[in-house]
């Protein structure tokens, strides 16, 4: 965990109201874990806002293709309030003070050979990173839910930037890696299949090895309750067996004061005890939620 000014390579609005930010960090992007997020001082206010490690990018010799040493990291933000306009009010050549990466990331078990991400709207921030960590090796399928389709991650007009950027010098700054299939979800119909992410779910419960999961409370109370069936709704045996075997991890987005493990605003009561999102999370099982005591 690094401490330090760093500068803003760009910051750009790529959905209404969504900042893709991205910052010379080479020393957070050599480190951060799929999962793990940062606090960045907002202007004027006391307490630093958390945000998600949504991608990282490394710089290479354009001849070789030997790694340079320097990498940049991304995150990406919905403007909700003060810290996050302030945020969205920055611009390319502007320092911000960041303190990262922190807490504990997704934990991929190496018997898992599919693997299904779910994000419902901003949550797809540290899914990206994770389906570019895990691609390599995994089968990936990654759907994204969203009231509508200017919602929807953006990848095609970001994939076309990412060709524009100096030409081969950039590793991974291409959003998604070709093979890991996509999957848009929207609430009005506007693009991709229409519902809620926790509707489609069910379609890939037999296919996953592993769930990991970023969105709203709401999302994971839907997930709770179609991985664990209650016994007496007569769900089909071998599908019960399945959902209720399956390994599913959410990201937690509590209000969080320090972010480093000082504070414990940010404590949750879990099935093994008190649990500080920031420490020990912000990703934990599903299934040792308690959802009826969770506050975000
Ligand atoms: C581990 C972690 C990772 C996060 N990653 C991202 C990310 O990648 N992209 C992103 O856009 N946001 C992310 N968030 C949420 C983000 O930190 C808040 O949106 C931000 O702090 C709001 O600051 P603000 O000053 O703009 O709003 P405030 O003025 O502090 O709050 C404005 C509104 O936003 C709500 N809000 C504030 N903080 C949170 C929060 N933590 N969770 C849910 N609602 C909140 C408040 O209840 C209030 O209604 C993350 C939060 C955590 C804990
Ligand atoms: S935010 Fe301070 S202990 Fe987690």
Redesign the pocket.
Known sequence: MKQSLYDITSNVEVMPG?YLMWLEAPDIASHAYPGQ?ITVC?GG?I?R????V?RVSFLSSPSTGEDLGEGGIA?????????????AQQQAGNKIDVLGPL?RGFDIASDSKNLLLVGGG?GI??LIFLAQYASPQYQVTLIHGASTAAQIYPFSSLRAEALSIAKGQRSNLSPLPEKVQFIPVTEDGTLGRKGMVTDILPDFLNWADQICACGPLDMYKAMSLTLNPSPLKGKGKGEGEKRSNLRCQV??????GCGIGACRS?TINTRHDLKQ??RD??VFELNDILWQEVR?
């Open positions: 969504v997020f907002c206010l307490l806002r958390p945000f998600s949504h995150i990406l933000f919905k403007v909700v309030g003060e810290g996050t306009f302030w945020l807490g901003i921030a540290p990201s937690l987005e509590v209000r969080m940010c999102v920031c999370g912000p975000i």
